[in-house]
T-cell receptor, first 115, second 113 residues
Framework: DTAVSQTPKYLVTQMGNDKSIKCEQN?????MYWYKQDSKKFLKIMFS???????INETVPNRFSPKSPDKAHLNLHINSLELGDSAVYFC??????????????FGSGTRLTVV | DAKTTQPTSMDCAEGRAANLPCNHS???????VYWYRQIHSQGPQYIIH???NNETNEMASLIITEDRKSSTLILPHATLRDTAVYYC??????????????FGGGTRLMVKP
């Protein structure tokens, strides 16, 4: 059973299109996240979300929006795709807790290619 | 979060111990040291974390100096499958939406036959 699953694994699309990436976690975690890993392999946080708050990294364009239908899902919608959006996108989740919290669980990634 | 400094890359012979250092001289008293790794084409994987005591689990050991300004991740018997980028992250050990995990450049460990 996959703890954090993302679909699709690969996505090729044209500039200007709107696309979505889905993420589901079956761990019962409270908070979910989206990360972007660009061609230089740097992992950057984009969003964190639980039922109380949405935190958006200030560098993320407003063409990107997270949608959470329920606690187990956090989908990523991208409007008007640009060439620079090409990257691997990772979903992650964590259990909210106090000091000494354990780590995040990551999905296997979605490789987005914009042509 | 306190910043960390790691070597860009390291090599290790298969079967030997891999010792990955991390400097975090500005760590605060309530910040933990976390280690993750990312194997090629996979999502990051949590390895271990600690505050001030040494920690060990089925994957690795974490040695934190007494002054907490540096730490070492030890893979006791490295295998080819341990080839990955290893990230040392210092952060307050509370999980919530406002305390997001941020990654630096990490150390690329190459385990060689």
């Amino acid at each position: 059973d996959t703890a954090v699953s993302q679909t699709p694994k690969y996505l090729v699309t044209q500039m200007g299109n709107d696309k979505s990436i889905k993420c589901e976690q079956n761990l019962g975690h409270d908070t979910m996240y989206w990360y972007k890993q660009d061609s230089k392999k740097f992992l950057k946080i984009m969003f964190s979300y639980n039922n109380k708050e949405l935190i958006i990294n200030e560098t993320v364009p407003n063409r990107f929006s997270p949608k959470s239908p329920d606690k187990a899902h956090l989908n990523l919608h991208i409007n008007s795709l640009e060439l620079g959006d090409s990257a691997v996108y990772f979903c992650a989740s964590s259990q909210d807790s106090g000091q000494g919290s354990y780590g995040y669980t990551f999905g296997s990634g979605t490789r987005l290619t914009v042509v | 979060d306190a910043k960390t400094t790691q070597p860009t890359s390291m090599d290790c012979a298969e079967g030997r111990a891999a010792n990955l250092p991390c400097n975090h001289s500005t760590i605060s008293g309530n910040e933990y040291v976390y280690w993750y790794r990312q194997i090629h084409s996979q999502g990051p994987q949590y390895i271990i974390h600690g505050l001030k005591n040494n920690e060990t689990n089925e994957m690795a050991s974490l040695i934190i100096t007494e002054d907490r300004k540096s730490s070492t991740l030890i893979l006791p018997h490295a295998t080819l499958r341990d080839t990955a980028v290893y990230y040392c992250i210092v952060r307050v050990g509370v999980n919530n939406a406002g305390n997001m995990l941020t990654f630096g450049g990490g150390t690329r460990l190459m385990v060689k036959p």
